[in-house]
């Protein structure tokens, strides 16, 4: 069965537009393919939810490139329109994840989605973060202001709104650090204008986009071949990578609590390798019952120097968390966050199952 689109006059307008600027961001990275890298394009591939009964998901992906050690661009749009008793109507969602392969070029995510409740009220969460091994202070101011044209026209104040919630999201307290260098992030945003608050939507990630392109186009102009050093510090941001998307980032969590039928899917975030034997140096300085988890996360892992995030190691972690969270619910609390906390697993439950 094909995948069907929400009901809603405004989730499919969302998609069509999420979809827009999906191929907007995959031609930027092809064509730096094309000028940095040996002309691999990104491939598509689909997950269904239920069969595509209540949806799916399409991304273009790529991994091991000679541009590229991971990229996974999703858009996904999940409804229940046969099923009122869920709280939550629909979800459409933008979802991207780059890692570039040389270390003097940063990762970046973003994440643009819009959710529809059953009895009304929703809203966007916007979130974007420059990612690198390696930082630039040229870099992360270019990123910042793409932020701030991104946010022109939103109430006055969101955009240092945006940088708190951002920092406070991506703060890695273990490591006494945050994940990148910049980040923005707005939860059940809205301005009560659907239609400027699309157009501004559509201007944030295009912003984002064209200035993330445009900062790895100059890093890898002026890159000669990474010395050992520079592999090494890329390494070792990768497993603090992980670590925060495995045992502190909500998003990823409540997708694998939600279901399991794009486990491989959300696990496109993690970068290709990681330093195995430093992420079980970090055991001890977690709390419990995190500890646990990145102690089962490590077992998971390839005894291999780096350890490769193959597809079957990605279901693996997936499972890995899933059960924890299974085990230990009240870990949940320890999960990043902003001001506002989403029920995102709630609301894919039915009411009376949420009482």
């Known amino acids: 069965m094909p995948l ?32 940095h890298g040996a002309g691999e394009t990104l491939q598509p591939a689909q997950w269904l939810r239920d069969g595509g009964i209540h949806g799916g998901g399409h991304r273009l992906e790529a991994t091991g490139t000679a541009l590229l050690n991971r990229a996974s661009l999703n858009v996904s749009a999940i409804h229940y329109d046969d099923m009122p008793d ?27 989605s819009w959710t529809a409740m059953r009895g009304g009220g929703g809203g966007w969460r916007l979130m974007a973060d420059l990612n690198p091994a390696i930082p630039a202070d040229a870099d992360r101011s270019r990123f910042i202001e793409a932020l701030r ?9 969101t955009l240092e709104e945006a940088l708190a919630q951002g920092d406070r999201y991506f703060e890695i307290p273990p490591l006494s650090r945050h994940r990148g260098v910049a980040h923005a992030y707005l939860e059940q945003w809205s301005s009560g204008d659907e239609a400027a608050d699309e157009a ?5 990630t295009e912003s984002v986009i064209d200035a993330y392109l445009a900062i790895v186009d100059g890093a890898l102009q002026a890159a000669a071949p990474p010395t050992d ?22 998003g990823t969590s409540s997708g694998l609590l939600i279901h399991d039928q794009n486990d491989v899917g959300i696990m496109g975030s993690l970068p290709n390798r990681v330093d195995r034997d430093l992420l079980d140096s970090w055991i001890p300085r977690l709390t419990p019952p995190q500890d646990e988890l990145l102690t ?53 439950a039915t009411e009376t199952a949420a009482i």
């Open 4 to 35: 069907t689109l929400p009901a809603s006059d405004k989730a499919r307008r969302v998609c069509e537009q999420l979809d827009r600027l999906q191929a907007r961001f995959a031609e930027g990275l092809d064509e730096l393919s094309r000028r």
């Open 86 to 112: 869920k709280r939550l109507s629909s979800a459409t969602a933008l979802s991207c994840i780059v890692h570039p392969a040389h270390p003097l070029a940063p990762s970046m995510h973003m994440h643009v």
């Open 149 to 157: 044209c991104g946010l022109d026209g939103a109430s006055p104040g």
């Open 200 to 204: 501004l939507v559509a201007r944030f």
């Open 229 to 250: 050093d520079q592999i090494a510090d890329q390494l070792h941001y990768h497993s603090v990578y992980l670590l925060q998307v495995l045992t502190l980032d909500r």
């Open 296 to 348: 089962q996360i490590v077992e998971a892992l390839p005894d291999d120097s780096p350890s490769v995030l193959t597809l079957a190691v990605r279901a693996a972690l997936a499972q890995v968390v899933r059960a924890h969270y299974g085990r230990h619910p009240e870990a949940l609390a320890l999960q990043a966050r902003g001001e506002v906390l989403p029920p995102t697993v709630a609301n894919h």
